[in-house]
C-alpha cells in the first residue's frame, strides 16, 4: 500500500507523506520539508509571499492542495539558479528594494520567471507583473526600479 508521495522539488525527488496529499503545498513544503524560503502571508492567494514555480510557471503554493502537482516540476526561491540569485541580491541591495525582506522571496521567484522569458505577458510593465506580489515596506518604487533593472 502507497505510504508516500513522492514530489520532484528543486530538480530532486521528495518524498512526504501520504497524508500530505489534501494539504496545502505551502505547508508541504515549509513543514515537511524544510524550505523555509516559501512564506505565507494572506494565505488566501493574494500577496504572492507563497509563489513557486509550477512547471516554469508562477503559482501561489498556498492554493495549491499537494496532491494535486504530484507530477509537476515545483521550484522555490531555494532551487532557483545561483548566478540569478546572486544578481537578483545586488540589484535589490543598489536600488533600496528589500527592508523586511517578507516579499522577497516571491518576487525574486516571479523574477526568475521573467528572467527566464515568462510567457506572452513578460512585455507587460513590471508594476503590473508584479501587481500580485504586495510588500508592506518599501512603497514599491525601489522594487520595479531593481526590476527594471535586473530585466
Ligand atoms: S500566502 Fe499565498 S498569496 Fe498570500
Ligand atoms: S520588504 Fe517588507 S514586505 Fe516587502
Known amino acids: ?12 525527488p521528495r518524498d512526504v507523506p ?3 496529499v489534501g494539504r496545502r503545498l505551502l505547508d508541504t513544503l515549509r ?12 494565505g488566501e492567494g493574494d500577496c504572492g509571499a507563497c509563489t513557486v514555480l509550477i512547471d516554469g510557471e508562477p503559482m501561489c503554493s498556498c492554493l495549491l492542495l499537494t496532491g494535486v502537482v504530484e ?10 539558479p545561483a548566478a540569478f540569485l546572486t544578481r537578483f541580491s545586488a540589484i535589490c541591495a543598489e ?36 501587481a500580485g506580489n504586495l510588500c ?10 531593481a526590476l527594471t533593472a535586473l530585466r
Request: overall charge negative; glycine content about 14%.
Open 1 to 12: 500500500m502507497k505510504t508516500q508521495l513522492t514530489l520532484r522539488v528543486n530538480g530532486a
Open 18 to 20: 501520504l497524508s500530505f
Open 31 to 42: 513543514l515537511e520539508l524544510g524550505l523555509m524560503g516559501v512564506k505565507e502571508g494572506c
Open 71 to 80: 507530477k509537476c516540476e515545483i521550484t522555490t526561491i531555494e532551487g532557483l
Open 95 to 130: 536600488y533600496g528594494a528589500v527592508q523586511c525582506g517578507y516579499c522577497t522571496p516571491g518576487i525574486a521567484v516571479m523574477a526568475a520567471w521573467l528572467h527566464a522569458g515568462g510567457t506572452e505577458l513578460g512585455d507587460q510593465p513590471i508594476s503590473k507583473l508584479f
Open 136 to 145: 508592506r515596506c518599501t512603497g514599491y518604487q525601489q522594487i520595479i526600479e
